[in-house]
């Protein structure tokens, strides 16, 4: 698939698949099942996010409610734009409940610090981040992340749900691209 525009593979998909299994554990450690439920809400954050909100979902052991976020600030680019769009805000209210963000990727952390301060203005009982990927060299503003999955250098990813002009999202790993793809 993608023949030839894979320059290099930086986390396979046996990597991506044990670091959700540990991640589900610290996430379900913070929020152990009340009565055979729980009140925790998973506000996955589309489209990047998708793979990794479905593969969390199940990989955690106590129930979980799902609600998707559609936001935007790179479109066809590989820097963002820094201004961040609804495209589809959350079908329901959180206040008073614990919500954690699933997102594949802070980079700038731009959207996330915007993110943050919207959710919060809706007054979650908890609001707390799980982030697939994090570039520290790229880091424009600081965001608490409390559950991290892999710190990656500074280089434009694709793959697992993360897009280059919607491209390559289907990929089952993280890869880089050949620069040619860049050019054409
Ligand atoms: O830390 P930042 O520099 O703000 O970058 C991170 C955000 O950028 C990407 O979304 P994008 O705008 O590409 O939308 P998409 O998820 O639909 O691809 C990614 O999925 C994160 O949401
Ligand atoms: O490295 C990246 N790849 C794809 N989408 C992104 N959005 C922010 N950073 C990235
Ligand atoms: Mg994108």
Avoid at 36 to 60: E, I, Y
Avoid at 77 to 101: F, M, P, Q
Avoid at 112 to 124: D, F, G, H, V, Y
Wanted: include cysteine; charge should be negative; proline fraction near 5%.
């Amino acid at each position: 698939m993608y023949e030839g525009d894979v320059a290099s593979v930086l986390i396979t998909e046996q990597q991506i698949s044990d670091k959700i299994q540990e991640l589900a554990k610290q996430v379900a450690a913070d929020h152990p099942a009340r009565d055979g439920g729980s009140d925790l809400l998973l506000v996955g954050v589309l489209k990047g996010a998708v793979m990794f909100m479905t593969d969390m979902a199940r990989a955690l052991p106590v129930p979980v409610q799902l609600e998707f976020m559609a936001v935007s600030s790179y479109g066809s680019s590989t820097s963002s734009s820094g201004v961040v769009r609804i495209l589809k805000d959350l079908d329901r209210d959180i206040a008073g409940k614990n919500v954690v963000i699933i997102e594949d990727i802070v980079d700038s952390g731009l959207t996330l610090s915007w993110l943050l301060k919207n959710l919060a203005s809706r007054r979650p009982a908890s609001l707390e981040v799980c982030a697939l990927l994090r570039k520290p060299d790229a880091v424009k503003v600081d965001v608490p992340v409390k559950y991290i999955g892999f710190d990656i250098p500074n280089e434009f990813v694709v793959g697992y749900g993360l897009d280059y002009a919607e491209r390559y999202r289907d990929l089952p790993y993280i890869g880089t691209l050949d620069p040619k793809v860049y050019s054409s």
